[in-house]
């Protein structure tokens, strides 16, 4: 919707100049005007932009211009440009520069026209007439309000930069182009280092700068955990502690156990049942319980710490490291270029 008003404001502008003069009145959109200079460049002028061009090319020149003109007229802007491109190589003249201008505004050719028009104003208001120099003007104060310039640069951790998908140059180095004032889309890439995807917001009529640099895979990849490390490995430690303790424990029962059975056939003999009549007796059943509870706490206590232990060992197998890139993002900034920051996403 903005391209199509943008047009009708140019045609508007070009209108009471490519009509040839006389009262202004608004052109109807639906019957565009013919083309902006009324008459070819003189071919007997000596100026700068004459200079070191012979006659019969300035006539050549001249013939291509007056063909462009006519049709420029019947709107035949494509076969127009053709026309005005072949003129202009043979003779870099501001007017013809200025027709070619025109004819890529109507074709949409928004950089190509600011290129051109930036060639024809090159003298000043020299060639033109002041108000052909004046409607010239208007349409660069038109074009400098969507069309900015995007200065970039990239050392050597890059190899190549990719400008809204296209290839455009390689690294090191820097370059400056002209382009359509808002976003664009500048990615740096090199195999073995981490792809930097960066917008830059170009304003009209200003430049916007971004420098790229890439991060190495090896400093950029990070290990993820899926439990925190020291997890598992304490409780495998805390669980063979147990389970270790637990099997002293057992074989202090044990031991106590061997030693009732001694002393019980060392005074029972002739058999007895300890702990029923004779004093000396009741020790023998005090060993026993002491011996059999030991036993029980041991064998407790290296089932839990066993269990402890395996299921560490197990957690600390799941837990195998997770290789993490990192979130690279670029938040554009109001006054040009971008800001960008590394995160981690998990």
Not at 183 to 206: C, D, F, M, N, W
Request: charged share 20%; proline share 8%.
């Amino acid at each position: 919707m903005r391209r199509a008003v943008f047009v009708v404001s140019l045609l508007g502008f070009a209108s009471p100049a490519l009509a040839g003069g006389g009262k202004k009145k608004p052109a109807p959109p639906a019957a565009p005007a013919p083309p902006p200079a009324p008459e070819p460049p003189p071919v007997a002028e000596h100026k700068e932009w004459a200079d070191g061009v012979p006659l019969e090319t300035q006539q050549k020149a001249s013939a291509l211009y007056e063909e462009g003109n006519t049709l420029f007229a019947e709107q035949a802007h494509a076969p127009a440009l053709e026309k005005y491109t072949a003129a202009v190589a043979l003779w870099d003249h501001p007017l013809i520069q200025y027709n070619l201008a025109v004819t890529l505004i109507r074709l949409d050719r928004i950089l190509d026209a600011a290129t051109h028009l930036e060639r024809a104003l090159r003298f000043g208001d020299k060639p033109f007439k002041p108000e052909l120099y004046q409607q010239a003007m208007d349409y660069q104060g038109l074009l400098e309000g969507r069309v900015g310039t995007l200065d970039a640069s990239c050392d050597d951790t890059v190899k190549s930069l990719l400008l809204d998908g296209k290839n455009w140059f390689s690294c090191p180095g820097s370059q400056k182009l002209r382009v359509m004032a808002g976003e664009h889309t500048i990615v740096g890439e090199r195999p073995g280092y981490l792809t930097k995807s960066q917008t830059v917001v170009v304003p009209g009529g200003a430049s916007a700068t971004a420098k790229v640099r890439l991060m190495p895979l090896e400093s950029a990849v990070i290990l993820k955990y899926r439990y925190r490390r020291w997890i598992p490995w304490t409780m495998t430690a805390v669980g063979l502690s147990v389970a270790v303790a637990g099997l002293g424990t057992w074989f202090v029962g044990k031991n106590e156990m061997d030693q009732f059975e001694t002393d019980y056939t060392l005074q029972c003999m002739n058999g007895c049942e300890p702990g029923l009549t004779d004093p000396s007796h009741r020790s023998l059943k005090a060993q026993e319980t002491s011996a059999e509870f030991k036993g029980k706490i041991g064998i407790g206590m290296m089932s839990v710490g066993g269990a402890v232990a395996v299921t560490g060992i197990v957690l600390a197998i799941i837990n195998r490291p997770q290789r993490i890139l990192p979130n690279v993002e670029v938040a554009p900034r109001a006054n040009g270029g971008a800001t960008a920051s590394v995160g981690w996403r998990f």
